[in-house]
């Protein structure tokens, strides 16, 4: 199996553009799929980007997803940055028995 | 519009074994095109894929969980179950069940989850 590392938290001002970065320590990150979800307080996770780089349907298009074969990485963007964005991401991605998770990231939008 | 709606005791004693089901509503979970997940977070902490069913009978598990999960599925009831045995406190988390796309690989639908503390 693989890893998944995020960072533990990121801060960023309202309006302005957030990445975060989502690592995968074995195998290659373009070898299969990667996703994010939010996850606001008290609720279920919701997926913001799905097979890399959609968006589900009603996610808004400030939310855009990347892979970075030369580091590794998958990164969410979030530009125009609202209050309402705030919560935990986490990356997800998978192989061919089992689905992995990133340690989630504590967005913080101040 | 599809809906998981996860039922289950909220409290288990030590050692007993974790029972949970998920009802699916909205699609049939003999759908080739999905398969049925459980999914658990500590509080406080991240998420940690526990396992899926496909409608075959086919089970994929967490290697760090295997030995102690069971998951199945009845068609009848269009629902699937967790079993977790020699339950621990360390199995105290919210459990979610969700639905998993399979072109892509992504879950499209969870259950609002369902708080499981294990008690010693």
């Known amino acids: 199996n693989f890893m998944l590392t995020q960072p533990h938290s990121v801060s960023e001002s309202p309006g302005k553009t957030v990445t975060i970065s989502c690592t995968r320590n074995?195998?290659?990150?373009?070898?299969?799929?990667v996703q994010w979800y939010q996850q606001r307080p008290g609720s279920s996770p919701t997926t913001v980007i799905s097979?890399?780089?959609?968006?589900p349907s009603g996610v808004p298009d400030r939310f855009s997803g990347s892979i970075d074969r030369s580091s590794n990485s998958a990164s969410l963007i979030i530009s125009g940055l609202k209050t309402e964005d705030e919560g935990d991401y986490y990356c997800q991605s998978f192989d061919s028995t089992s689905r992995v998770f990133g340690g989630g990231t504590k967005l913080t939008v101040l | 519009q599809v809906q998981l709606q996860e039922s289950g005791p909220g409290l288990v004693k030590s050692s007993q074994t974790l029972s949970l089901t998920c009802a699916v509503s909205g699609d049939s979970i003999s759908n080739g095109g999905y398969y049925w997940n459980w999914i658990r977070q500590h509080p406080g902490k991240g998420l940690e894929w526990i396992g899926l069913i496909y409608f075959t009978g086919t089970t994929y598990y967490n290697p760090s969980l295997r030995s102690r999960i069971t998951i199945s599925i009845d068609m009848s009831k269009n629902q699937f179950s967790l079993r977790l045995s020699s339950a621990t406190a360390a199995d105290t988390a919210v459990y979610y069940c969700?639905?998993?796309?399979?072109?892509?690989?992504?879950?499209?639908?969870w259950g609002q989850g369902t708080l499981v503390s294990v008690s010693s």
């Open positions: 074995s195998g290659s990150i373009g070898s299969t799929y």
């Open positions: 097979e890399n780089n959609r968006r």
């Open positions: 969700a639905r998993e796309k399979r072109a892509g690989n992504w879950f499209d639908y």
